[in-house]
Every structure is written in structure tokens, then in C-alpha cells.
């Protein structure tokens, strides 16, 4: 079992949607849970990070946590072109403690 | 822009070469970690420097090595290179005990042929 999984995509949402993207984790002694956005040839970019239950809103973006489920989501409302990446989900242990990724979700949103 | 910046941004290398790749943390960040990304998957930790010590490993060989200097920079050294080091190595900061998240570099690309 990967200790953080991904649909891998592609996700495709038409242009102004909201868009879903999820992940489970294995490890339940996680404590910090991140989204990263990776365009294609680029370094992952943080968009999102949550450590309780519950939602997170910033933006056009909200993160939701469910440590019980061991599932973390983004969501992205009014998808953008622009928006179309690869995105990443981050656990780790303890704050600033190594990273684990997902394989990402790949997202096109359509004109 | 992340303020952590990496050297150089493509490198080609053959089998059997040794690499060192750079990394200058984000100002104010102490804690530096290196992944190796292949294509199509996540980033894989390689390791983390805390106080110019190690400080975690992930499943990697000691062929890979690091190093962290007084100002929170680092290396990245890779022995004796093999086909499958192919990938994107990225840096990445953050503050220890923050949880505020780590940032990367712009990440180099490693070819070996």
C-alpha cells in the first residue's frame, strides 16, 4: 500500500467549475497535511497547507482534512485555465519533518 | 518566487561520474531538503540537514551524500552515477518547528546518459 495515494487524472473540468481533487494517507500519526501545484517542467509551488479537521479556504481554494477517514481534498472553485497542473499531496510527521508526496493528480481545465 | 535558489539547472553527466548540486535556502529558513523527482511521480526525500547535521534519510544509498553549511546552504553529492539517477532534484526549505510548509527551488535537471 503507497502511504499517500493519488488518482493520478487527468481531471479534466470545464472552465469556471469547481474542481476535486483527493488523497488518502496510511500513516495515521500524520500532522501536517499540503497541496502543492506543479506546472509541467517547474519545481512544486505550496498552495495550500492544514493541520485540524475541517476546512481551509483560501481564495479560490479550499482544503479539507478527515483524520479519521485518513483523506485530505482541494478543492479549486471557478477552475481557470491557468489552473491546469499537476497537483501534489503532502504529508508529513512533524512540522518542517521530511515530506511524503502522492504521484499527483494531473488537471485540464477547458475552455 | 520562493527565495531558495539552485545550481546549476541542467546538468548531463555520464555513468559512472560524480555531481554536486547547490542549494541556497530561503533567508531566515534552517532546515534543507533534497528530493529526487522522476518523471511522472512525486518527489521522493532524499534527505534532511538541520544545523549542518543529517537529519533523516530517506531510502537512498550512501552513494548520495549532502552537506549543510553555517548559512543554511547545501550540497547534494551523487557518486559513481547510474542511468536510473536521471530525474529532477529539488531543494527544498522551511523553519524547523514552524509547520508553516517547505519551499522549493527551481530544482535541477540531472541527465545521465
Excluded at chain 1, 1 to 9: I, L
Excluded at chain 1, 40 to 52: A, H, N, T, V
Excluded at chain 2, 34 to 57: D, T
Excluded at chain 2, 66 to 75: K, R, V
Aim: hydrophobic share 30%; glycine share 10%.
Amino acid at each position: 500500500q503507497k502511504e499517500v495515494e493519488q488518482n493520478s487524472g487527468p481531471l479534466s473540468v470545464p472552465e469556471g467549475a469547481i474542481a476535486s481533487l483527493n488523497c488518502t494517507y496510511s500513516d495515521r500519526g500524520s500532522q501536517s497535511f499540503f497541496w502543492y501545484r506543479q506546472y509541467s517542467g517547474k519545481s512544486p509551488e505550496l498552495i495550500m497547507s492544514i493541520y485540524s479537521n475541517g476546512d481551509k479556504e483560501d481564495g479560490r481554494f479550499t482544503a479539507q482534512l478527515n483524520k479519521a477517514s485518513q483523506y485530505v481534498s482541494l478543492l479549486i472553485r471557478d477552475s481557470q485555465p491557468s489552473d491546469s497542473a499537476t497537483y501534489l499531496c503532502a504529508v508529513s510527521g512533524a512540522p518542517a519533518s521530511k515530506l511524503t508526496f502522492g504521484t499527483g493528480t494531473r488537471l485540464q481545465v477547458t475552455l | 518566487e520562493t527565495g531558495v535558489t539552485q545550481s546549476p539547472t541542467h546538468l548531463i553527466k555520464t555513468r559512472g561520474q560524480q555531481v554536486t548540486l547547490r542549494c541556497s535556502s530561503q533567508s531566515g529558513h534552517n532546515t534543507v531538503s533534497w528530493y529526487q523527482q522522476a518523471l511522472g511521480q512525486g518527489p521522493q526525500f532524499i534527505f534532511q540537514y538541520y544545523r549542518e547535521e543529517e537529519n533523516g534519510r530517506g531510502n537512498f544509498p550512501p552513494r548520495f551524500s549532502g552537506l549543510q553549511f553555517p548559512n543554511y546552504s547545501s550540497e547534494l553529492n551523487v557518486n559513481a552515477l547510474e542511468l536510473d539517477d536521471s530525474a529532477l532534484y529539488l531543494c527544498a526549505s522551511s523553519l524547523t518547528n514552524s509547520g508553516g510548509g517547505a519551499f522549493f527551488g527551481q530544482g535541477t535537471r540531472l541527465t545521465v546518459v
